[in-house]
């Protein structure tokens, strides 16, 4: 199971995806007793979207805290604006043996992107991260989740080996050169139980976790992405990026 984060708020706020540093700090309790069952390979792993700043202020001493490294997905377009760490955080955040990774260029719909936006985004954000922290930048994590093969093929030309989606149940495996990995969005109304039973569910005790996915997916094929986008957004209170076009 890979765990994402968005933004770390220091008490609870109508925002989806605004987690607690309390709620942060059970959820990788909850993980470490997890780990002590898996092999090295089906390790739990915790990463998080967007670089906003609260990750280094509220979440970082808590994940120091139970000695826990994590993946940044980060935007170069916005780093040091709009709430969202400076180059030093993220440089910070390497040399203590976290990774800071690509979350694209400007947090662009990549299924969207034409051919040579699609390029640009993908290939600009590896090259600046690169540069900025002198570390090799191979991984990269999908804006709103959206994907598909002809992002996945620009991702593997632009130097890509790994790619990380929001569907926690899709499987690791390899396609058009890279290896997709599924993830589970954290929201705030997420709490130990409800973990503690994803996390030990198997088989058939699956099934009501994975039914909202399916959903989604069949949603999105009736009304078209565009148009789900735009719901999507707003069912997570999320309107300030319909204006601005990111999160």
């Known amino acids: 199971m890979i765990l994402t984060y968005h933004e770390i708020v220091p008490e609870s706020a ?6 607690t540093p309390a709620q942060l700090d059970q959820h990788l309790q909850l993980l470490k007793e997890a780990s002590q069952h898996s092999s090295k390979e089906t390790q739990p792993q915790v990463t998080f979207d967007d670089g906003h700043i609260s990750n280094f202020e509220y979440a970082l001493p808590v994940l120091e805290a139970h000695k826990v490294t994590a993946i940044f997905f980060v935007p170069p ?4 604006s709009r709430a969202i760490m400076t180059w030093q955080h993220l440089r910070d955040l390497v040399a203590l043996g976290h990774r800071v990774e690509s979350h694209t260029w400007s947090h662009r719909r990549l299924t969207a992107c034409s051919d040579s936006q699609l390029r640009d985004e993908l290939r600009r954000s590896k090259v600046e991260l690169e540069d900025q922290l002198g570390a090799t930048v191979e991984t990269i994590s999908m804006p709103y989740g959206r994907w598909n093969r002809r992002v996945l093929r620009a ?14 149940w899709l499987r690791n495996r390899e396609q058009e050169g890279v290896t997709t990995r599924g993830r589970l969005t954290v929201r705030r109304t997420m709490n130990p139980a409800q973990l503690r039973r994803l996390l030990s569910a198997r088989g058939l005790q699956l099934i009501p976790y994975r039914l909202p996915y399916v959903l989604k997916d069949a949603l999105k094929l009736v009304l078209g992405d565009q148009v789900y986008h735009r719901l999507w957004c707003l069912v997570a209170s999320r309107h300030e990026s319909l204006r601005e076009g990111w999160l």
């Open 14 to 19: 109508s925002n989806l995806y605004g987690i």
């Open 77 to 80: 377009a916005y780093v040091g």
């Open 155 to 168: 991702c593997s030309l632009v130097g890509y080996r790994e790619v990380f989606t929001s569907d926690p």
